[in-house]
């Protein structure tokens, strides 16, 4: 069983900075694949960056290529989302979650994670 928390949201400027974190607990966290996923008002879950269980493969969406970078310390069992030159359509719910098998490819597959944490919220007004 693993359990995950996300901190880090808030409301930046167009262009701004920040950097989401997620912590994850349980004996087997450090062997599983994770991703971030984003949901706005009115809009399905989407992937947008997740990463293998030894950080060597990541993906990305073309929405948030180039401005965002998945990274993840296992030492610290934590994920991070580095968030550069933010947008008012990255408004939204943030996600962190961990895949539902061991040692697997990070296909950012909504399906394929089961553990979830209870989202962070990032606003960027237009």
């Known amino acids: 069983q693993v359990q995950v928390v996300e901190s880090g949201g808030g409301l930046v400027q167009a262009g701004g900075s920040l950097r989401l974190s997620c912590t994850a607990s349980g004996s087997t966290a450090g062997a599983r694949a994770m991703g971030w996923f984003r949901q706005a008002p009115g809009k399905e879950r989407e992937g947008i960056s997740c990463?293998?269980?030894?950080?060597?493969?990541?993906y990305y969406a073309d929405s948030v290529k180039g401005r965002f970078t998945i990274s993840r310390d296992n030492a610290r069992n934590t994920l991070y989302l580095q968030m550069n030159n933010l947008k008012p359509e990255d408004t939204a719910m943030y996600y962190c979650?961990?895949?539902?098998?061991?040692?697997?490819?990070?296909?950012?597959?909504?399906?394929?994670?089961?553990?979830w944490g209870q989202g962070t919220q990032v606003t960027v007004p237009s």
């Open positions: 990463i293998g269980w030894s950080g060597g493969n990541q």
């Open positions: 979650a961990a895949h539902s098998q061991l040692y697997t490819f990070p296909y950012c597959e909504r399906e394929r994670f089961s553990y």
